[in-house]
């Protein structure tokens, strides 16, 4: 990682190692001498940490009781010597050298070892260099194989925080398109003039990735949050458009004719809307002060969103609205004739 130029200071919680003293008993000789493993154990203890505290003797002080802890000085413990030269007692009399029945080295060990679901976990932390996000750095360790057998990954902190935010992300932007949907519906009493006014949140969008490509900032929580702005501003700037466009052919107006006038009429609010937003967002665009590396993305969505949507949607909402309104009455017309509807008004008239 630290050769990667997306990630900065990449550190992790093994870094920390503490000598630990290692005995390995050679049982061989051990079982020939008639020394067990406890033996060992018993004497290392006793010589390293002392006798339990049931076991300790004790010097009786008056009314105060003393317990007496025999062990090995501290630089006799810190002495790689020392310890081979531990009296293990023998079960045939006599003493054995610990050395002389086990190999005693001191190794290093991680200072901690945290588990989880049983599975031992080592944390990984990095920040990111500009222009990177936490996602880059998950999909570079996704699609690294260098890891041995048996190794995953989970992500935790930051990291996790940015899933959990795209998965609700995703959620509310389905209910929220499903509700304004459902409204629209009632509203316009078709189905197809909503789709026609949900057409400019695809617009917005496409604003969005191209000031990302234009300006090298990433998909982060900042863009997620100026995305669902963008979607109450694109969705009214085509409720104006469709509303006046129904309008003029309630009152008899030419479909195409319907929908090229709706976008001269409201072609200066919505210009002004945008303007006005976006002048408003320039500020924060700068990403100067405390806090702006995170509203300048923000601003710079919103800005590339609006700019895109309101471009595009004076041109492509009206079209889209005559293709949609003549494949409405088609569709209508086709059911009408499969249940009979035109001979019952017929006969009723």
Known sequence: MRAEPMFVAPGSDMAALRP?????????????????????????????????DADLPSFQDGSRRVP???????????????????AVPASGGGTILLGAVAQ???TPQTASIRRENQLRQIEIGTDMAPGFAPGDGIAWLEAYDGFPPGVGLSTTGDSENQGDTFTAFGTAMGAGITLVLIVLILLFGS???PITVLAALPLSILGVGLAQWGFGFPLSLPVVIGILMLMGIATKNSIMLV????????????????AIEAAVLRVRPIIMTT????????????????GGEFRAPLAMAVIGGLLTSTALSLFVIPALHCIMSDASDRIGGFLRRRLGLNQAEDAAA
């Open 20 to 52: 630990a003293l290692s005995i390995v008993p050679d049982r061989d000789r051990a079982q020939d001498l008639g020394i067990t493993s406890a033996d060992l154990v018993q004497t290392v203890r006793l010589s390293t940490m002392g006798a339990s």
């Open 68 to 86: 007496i802890r025999a062990r090995l000085a501290r630089e006799a413990r810190d002495d790689m010597d020392a310890i081979k030269r531990l």
């Open 104 to 106: 005693i080295e001191s």
């Open 191 to 193: 189905v197809f003039a």
């Open 243 to 258: 509303d006046v466009a129904l309008t003029h052919e309630a009152e008899g107006m030419d479909r195409t004719k319907a």
């Open 275 to 290: 303007i006005a937003m976006s002048a408003g967002m320039v500020p924060s665009a700068l990403g100067k002060g405390m």
